[in-house]
């Protein structure tokens, strides 16, 4: 099936850790690395995770992605105002042979 | 510094043909690819296709039964997306992205064009 799923919302408190999962499959996330994208409130999405866990530079390492099997998760430690957005998980698809994103997750900081 | 410039918002009636555009600039245009992507309002982004910059192969999806057409113009560091037949449904915010090579990542991004098809 080639969908990538993520849960709508997710919130902490300022300082705590939140951490948001994308699923897919073996045609999407069981055979491709995933990106994960930060986009604020009407601007463009911004690179945040490439390779499943890497970061590029200047992304600060409160940020940080995991992998099991056929699921990715995306991490945030010492939550802050700033962090509130809404995150997609990206991974190409053999099925489709295209880009997948993830539904999105809207995090909060309460 | 990396940039991609795109071009003005745009309101097309039903059935219409758009051309949008993307100026990339601080690197090499023709090491890169350049993908389009587009976000209907409060949906998922959306992978349209891509073009190599240096060879110019282009993949398109299977999304849009041949309504996409993706070009460049070397000597001006631009990309270009047509998009015909345009429907309601394609209303939403474009953008155009570089794409490392031998890999799927996103590193730099346009700022959109919003496209509004509306009869």
């Known amino acids: 099936q080639s969908v990538l799923t993520q849960p709508p919302s997710a919130s902490g408190t300022p300082g705590q850790r939140v951490t948001i999962s994308c699923s897919g499959s073996?045609?999407?996330?069981?055979?491709?690395?995933v990106c994960w994208y930060q986009q604020l409130p009407g601007r463009a999405p911004k690179f945040l995770i490439y390779?499943?866990?890497r970061r590029p530079s200047g992304v600060p390492d409160r940020f940080s992605g995991s992998r099991s099997g056929t699921s990715v998760s995306l991490a945030i430690s010492g939550l802050k105002s700033e962090d509130e957005a809404d995150y997609y998980c990206?991974?190409?698809?053999?099925?489709?042979?295209?880009?997948?994103f993830g539904g999105g997750t809207k995090v909060t900081v309460l | 510094q990396v940039q991609l410039v795109q071009s003005g918002a745009e309101v097309k009636k039903p059935g219409a043909s758009m051309l949008l555009s993307c100026k990339a600039s601080?690197?090499?245009?023709?090491?890169?690819?350049i993908h389009w992507v587009r976000q209907a309002p409060g949906q998922r982004p959306e992978w349209m296709g891509w073009?190599?910059?240096?060879?110019?192969?282009?993949r398109y999806s299977q999304r849009f039964h041949g309504r996409v057409t993706i070009t460049k113009h070397t000597s001006a560091n631009t990309a270009y997306l047509e998009l015909s037949s345009l429907k309601s449904e394609d209303t939403a915010m474009y953008y155009c992205?570089?794409?490392?090579?031998?890999?799927?990542?996103?590193?730099?991004w346009g700022q959109g064009t919003l496209v509004t098809v509306s009869s």
């Open positions: 992205a570089r794409n490392p090579p031998g890999t799927v990542d996103f590193d730099h």
């Open positions: 601080g690197y090499a245009f023709t090491d890169y690819a």
């Open positions: 073009i190599n910059a240096g060879n110019g192969d282009i």
């Open positions: 073996s045609s999407n996330i069981g055979t491709h690395g």
């Open positions: 390779n499943d866990n």
């Open positions: 990206a991974a190409w698809d053999d099925i489709v042979n295209g880009l997948l």
